[in-house]
């Protein structure tokens, strides 16, 4: 079954860019979305078609997806951003999420 | 603005059927993927299936054997069924909408508020 690996955690700065990758056998054929998701609460889309905001998002969340791995990127992050972040991709017509990252402001 | 509300059995004994619904309030039912995805407590997310408004299915392979997903147009519910269920189905379970914006490329934009399920007897 296909997999997406993530690091489990990533600590930044507030202000500073915090960089999360999703690595997957030939990720960058298929298209990444990326969830948020904060303690207690259901995920929120943040991403979608690798690079895509949703209405409300932030521009400072952004995306981007080649070869074996998409990356989710959060320039200048806030202390509002700290929560999971989960990539996720399409086995032929099976949904497949990530392992997760959880992203801490220091 | 669509809002999902889900429902169900928080407590359910092993080997049993674990049974959740979801309503779909301010928004078509129809045109959507509607999926159900669980998050066991403290891991990540794992995706269960899908269902569309005209009940066609489609379920992750290593669960489809103890897994039914059904759907009543007139009321805009859609709703899950785990046969035989053990200690590793504990988990909060979250229904969603999925959004197809090409070629089955499927996003999840609208979710409900999660039921935690626990198994034990």
């Known amino acids: 079954s296909y997999e997406l690996t993530q690091p489990p955690s990533v600590s930044v700065s507030p202000g500073q860019t915090a960089s999360i990758t999703c690595s997957g056998h030939?990720?960058?054929?298929?298209?990444a979305c990326w969830y948020q998701q904060k303690p207690g609460q259901s995920p929120v889309l943040v991403i979608y078609?690798?690079?895509k905001r949703p209405s409300g998002i932030p521009e400072r969340f952004s995306g981007s997806n080649s070869g074996n791995t998409a990356t989710l990127t959060i320039s200048g992050t806030q202390a509002m951003d700290e929560a999971d972040y989960y990539c996720?991709?399409?086995?032929?017509?099976?949904?497949?999420f990530g392992t997760g990252t959880k992203v801490t402001v220091l | 603005q669509v809002q999902i509300q889900q429902w169900g059995a928080g407590l359910v004994k092993p080997s049993e059927t674990l049974s959740l619904t979801c309503a779909v309030y301010?928004?078509?039912?129809?045109?959507?993927?509607w999926t159900w995805i669980r998050q066991p407590p403290g891991k990540g997310l794992e995706w269960i299936g899908e269902?569309?408004?005209?009940?066609?299915?489609i379920y992750k392979p290593s669960l489809k054997s103890r897994v039914t997903m059904s759907v009543d147009t007139s009321k805009n519910q859609f709703s899950l069924e785990v046969r035989s269920v053990t200690a590793a189905d504990t988990a909060v379970y979250y229904c969603?909408?999925?959004?197809?914006?090409?070629?089955?490329?499927?996003?999840?934009?609208?979710w409900g508020q999660g039921t935690l399920v626990t198994v034990s007897s």
């Open positions: 969603a909408r999925g959004y197809d914006y090409g070629g089955r490329e499927i996003y999840f934009d609208s």
């Open positions: 301010g928004g078509s039912f129809s045109g959507y993927y």
């Open positions: 269902i569309n408004h005209s009940g066609g299915t």
């Open positions: 030939k990720l960058g054929d298929k298209y």
């Open positions: 078609q690798d690079a």
């Open positions: 996720q991709a399409w086995d032929s017509t099976t949904g497949v």
